[in-house]
């Protein structure tokens, strides 16, 4: 379905840095959506396909690029698998973690990752491994724009925060580059807003992000990430991590990441 979506849609999700960040970040208004468009009779092709998984839930958002838009730096094969596959399964195995717990299901996900040591064992593993799963996918795709549409800077608000709380653009990417390269086994680097607005760089083994409260050293809103499982790159790059970290570089959507950014700093 994702490789049919016109160029002029997709240009769409990129640039309108609102509908965008709220897309991504109101995981709960996008349950409330799936669940109310089973009762419309206009539902679109791309609800269909979520109408599918056990309700209520997580909604697995469409890929808004062909495919192969991230090539070379990701190869069509990695990101068919990589969607398909990887997202889509911790996606559907989060649904069905918490199909019997419509009170768990209904809670948007950032609410439980901040309120982790309230959940039931069962459900805190559901939410650390699946739900965390689905939703770091989420926001890894939302960073990456097509080879062209994506890469440079950072403009904005953006850059000088990064200025003010990094030293500079430059050993911001070497700190993140080196945060993705040096987790070590499966994990996620992070650009992260705190509390009080300052960016921090971490990385985080499997699922683990920086929402989840007492699982991480510092928290915070991530606004960027890059996902350095094997999966990820392996097709390509093989053992070659490094490659694939520069390469990121060039796909990078930074209008997404300043919305998110603003975003996060209300
Ligand atoms: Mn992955």
């Given amino acids: 379905m994702s490789s049919q979506i016109p160029r002029r849609t997709f240009l769409q999700h990129l640039t309108v840095g609102g509908s965008f ?3 991504l970040l109101a995981t709960g208004v996008a349950d409330r959506q799936a669940k ?22 997580y909604m697995l958002p469409a890929l808004h690029y062909p495919y192969n838009a991230l090539e070379p730096a990701i190869d069509e094969r990695t990101v ?8 889509t399964g911790y996606a559907k195995k989060y649904n069905q973690a918490v199909v019997d717990r419509p009170d768990v299901a209904s809670q948007p996900l950032e609410d439980l990752f901040a309120n982790m040591a309230k959940l039931s064992p069962a459900i805190q593993t559901a939410v650390r491994h699946n739900g965390a799963g689905a939703y770091n996918h989420t926001l890894y795709w939302r960073c990456m724009a097509p080879a062209g549409s994506g890469g440079g800077e950072p403009k904005g608000e953006l850059v000088k925060a990064i200025d ?3 030293g500079s653009f430059k050993s911001f990417k070497e700190s993140f580059s080196k945060a993705a390269a040096t987790q070590f086994a499966s994990g996620w680097a992070w650009l992260t807003v705190d509390k009080a607005g300052k960016l921090f760089v971490c990385s985080t083994p499997n699922h683990d992000n920086p929402l989840m409260v007492g699982f991480v050293e510092r928290t915070g809103t991530p ?4 996902d350095v ?8 790059y093989q053992n070659r991590r490094t490659d694939y970290i520069a390469a990121f570089w060039s796909i990078v959507n930074w209008p997404g990441v300043e919305a998110l950014f603003s975003r996060a700093k209300r």
């Fill in 223 to 226: 606004i960027l990430t890059l």
């Fill in 164 to 166: 003010r709380d990094l």
């Fill in 21 to 23: 960040a709220s897309a």
């Fill in 80 to 87: 068919r698998i990589h969607y398909d596959k990887h997202h």
């Fill in 36 to 57: 109310g468009d089973e009762e419309n009779p206009t539902t679109s092709k791309t609800q269909t396909a979520v109408s599918k998984m056990p309700k209520p839930g």
């Fill in 229 to 236: 499982w094997e999966h990820a790159y392996y097709l390509k």
